[in-house]
């Protein structure tokens, strides 16, 4: 429909100029026949001058009754002139005519532009309110899909408030999201908090009581576990508020694997797990050295608590798109359903240790992320559970 109006506009406007172009030439050619006809007049009236040298009052009197009618001529010398006849004196019915259809072409052309810019006017008008009502409706939340109206002078402003629009309606999506997120993540906290707080209301109750001499050790367990917790959420909480500041440098893969390993030698003695990392040369990513490492090592954490008493295993490689690090165990890997969950906070699945509070998985994954990484975890067809970490290089 719109292309339609479009064609009228052009076959208006292209109308509009031909009238007044004819207009124009009516008026040239009129005014060209005025001057040839005085001309050629001219040169009959100096011919018989010439051979009659005492014609010139016959001639003067001769071109006064012509005055009112018509005669064609060429000019040789200007003897209408000096006496005393312009060429409009010789204007006959037919020019007159010319002057007629002349104002007409005019009147016509001069009015089709008119109305065909009255026309565009309009049409402006009304896109300009359509607009405007649409952003009446965006603002009052009743907003549709905008429907693209053709291609106008407004369509790269048309396409402008849609994609404004729409990614505004993307930040309030977000927000409601971010929203509702923090409304569970308090909800966890409270409920991750309650746990540690209410084993210790028992343990001090037994103490009262003299009934547990293991009560104290019972606390210190708590109170660990309390602080692990806070540890972790004020990491989140400074990842969600973007406070976390990740240092990046060029950073050693092999020397990272190393001492995320070296840093959990003390529960790595504890359940009698060791880590084996052979060395596949010189490969480095641009990365956080000690947030890395603490991801690392929350892969590390997972993988020990489904296979004590084995052997973790890393390797890793490069290639001009990313650097890709491995970590995987020969325990039972991860249930089936909890593996679109494993990265949620505080998320834990089917076979978590005891005590734990779902934060490790959810924190290396923010970590890695925000360095241009990605992570994703899986079963081996051999069974156990694996890890993928890819840094890519731009």
Same mark, same amino acid.
């Given at each position: 429909?719109?292309?339609?109006?479009?064609?009228?506009?052009?076959?208006?406007?292209?109308?509009?100029?031909?009238f007044?172009a004819?207009?124009?030439?009516?008026w040239?050619?009129?005014?060209?026949?005025?001057q040839?006809?005085?001309?050629?007049?001219?040169?009959?009236?100096?011919?018989v001058?010439?051979?009659?040298?005492?014609?010139?009052?016959?001639?003067?009197?001769?071109?006064?009754?012509?005055?009112?009618g018509?005669l064609? /001529?060429?000019?040789?010398?200007?003897? @209408?002139?000096?006496?005393?006849?312009?060429?409009?004196?010789?204007?006959?019915?037919s020019?007159?005519?010319?002057?007629?259809?002349?104002?007409?072409?005019?009147?016509?052309?001069?009015?089709?532009?008119?109305?065909?810019?009255c026309?565009?006017?309009?049409v402006?008008?009304?896109?300009?309110?359509?607009?405007?009502?649409?952003?009446?409706?965006?603002?009052?939340?009743k907003a549709?899909?905008?429907?693209?109206?053709?291609?106008?002078?407004?369509?790269?402003l048309?396409?402008?408030?849609?994609? =404004?629009?729409?990614?505004?309606?993307?930040?309030?999506e977000?927000?409601?999201?971010?929203?509702?997120?923090?409304?569970?993540?308090?909800?966890?906290?409270a409920?991750?908090?309650?746990?540690?707080?209410?084993?210790?209301?028992?343990?001090?109750?037994?103490?009262?009581?003299?009934?547990?001499?293991?009560?104290?050790?019972?606390?210190?367990?708590? @109170?660990?576990?309390?602080?692990?917790? $806070?540890e972790?959420?004020?990491?989140?909480?400074?990842?969600?508020?973007?406070?976390?500041?990740?240092?990046?440098?060029?950073?050693?893969?092999?020397?990272?694997?190393?001492?995320?390993?070296?840093?959990?030698?003390?529960?790595?003695?504890?359940?009698?797990?060791?880590?084996?990392?052979?060395?596949?040369?010189?490969?480095?990513?641009?990365?956080?050295?000690?947030? =890395?490492?603490?991801?690392?090592?929350?892969?590390?954490?997972n993988?020990? $608590?489904?296979?004590?008493?084995?052997?973790?295993?890393?390797?890793?490689?490069?290639?001009?798109? #990313?650097?890709?690090?491995?970590?995987?165990?020969?325990?039972?890997?991860?249930?089936r359903?909890?593996?679109?969950?494993?990265?949620?906070?505080?998320?834990?699945?089917k076979?978590?240790?005891?005590?734990?509070? /779902?934060?490790?998985?959810?924190?290396?994954?923010?970590?890695?992320?925000r360095?241009?990484?990605?992570?994703?975890?899986?079963?081996?067809?051999?069974? /156990?559970?694996?890890?993928?970490?890819?840094? #890519?290089?731009?």
């Amino acid at each position: 429909m719109n292309n339609r109006k479009n064609m009228h506009v052009t076959v208006g406007a292209a109308l509009a100029v031909g009238f007044i172009a004819a207009a124009v030439a009516v008026w040239l050619t009129s005014g060209h026949y005025r001057q040839a006809s005085f001309d050629l007049l001219n040169m009959i009236c100096g011919e018989v001058a010439e051979r009659e040298p005492g014609s010139g009052d016959t001639i003067s009197a001769v071109l006064k009754e012509y005055t009112e009618g018509n005669l064609d /001529g060429e000019l040789q010398r200007d003897v @209408l002139s000096a006496l005393g006849y312009r060429a409009s004196d010789f204007a006959g019915a037919s020019c007159r005519q010319n002057y007629f259809f002349a104002a007409i072409g005019l009147t016509v052309g001069l009015f089709l532009l008119l109305a065909t810019f009255c026309y565009r006017n309009k049409v402006e008008i009304l896109r300009i309110r359509a607009l405007a009502d649409y952003l009446e409706q965006v603002n009052s939340g009743k907003a549709l899909i905008l429907s693209t109206s053709g291609e106008d002078d407004f369509s790269k402003l048309e396409d402008e408030i849609y994609k =404004t629009v729409t990614f505004l309606y993307q930040t309030k999506e977000q927000a409601v999201q971010a929203k509702n997120n923090f409304a569970e993540n308090l909800s966890n906290i409270a409920h991750q908090i309650k746990t540690p707080i209410t084993a210790m209301s028992l343990d001090i109750q037994s103490m009262k009581l003299g009934l547990d001499g293991k009560a104290l050790d019972q606390m210190e367990r708590q @109170l660990s576990r309390l602080t692990s917790l $806070e540890e972790a959420l004020l990491v989140l909480s400074r990842l969600d508020a973007g406070t976390l500041s990740l240092q990046k440098e060029e950073t050693d893969v092999f020397t990272l694997l190393v001492l995320a390993a070296d840093n959990l030698q003390e529960l790595l003695s504890g359940s009698g797990t060791v880590i084996d990392i052979p060395e596949g040369g010189e490969m480095r990513i641009f990365a956080d050295m000690d947030w =890395t490492m603490e991801a690392i090592m929350n892969l590390m954490k997972n993988c020990i $608590e489904q296979t004590p008493g084995g052997t973790i295993h890393c390797s890793y490689a490069q290639n001009p798109f #990313y650097t890709e690090i491995r970590i995987w165990d020969n325990g039972a890997g991860f249930a089936r359903e909890d593996i679109p969950h494993l990265f949620e906070r505080f998320y834990r699945g089917k076979n978590a240790r005891e005590g734990g509070i /779902g934060i490790g998985l959810a924190l290396a994954k923010e970590i890695i992320e925000r360095q241009n990484g990605t992570i994703r975890a899986q079963n081996r067809p051999e069974g /156990g559970a694996f890890f993928e970490i890819r840094f #890519y290089s731009h």
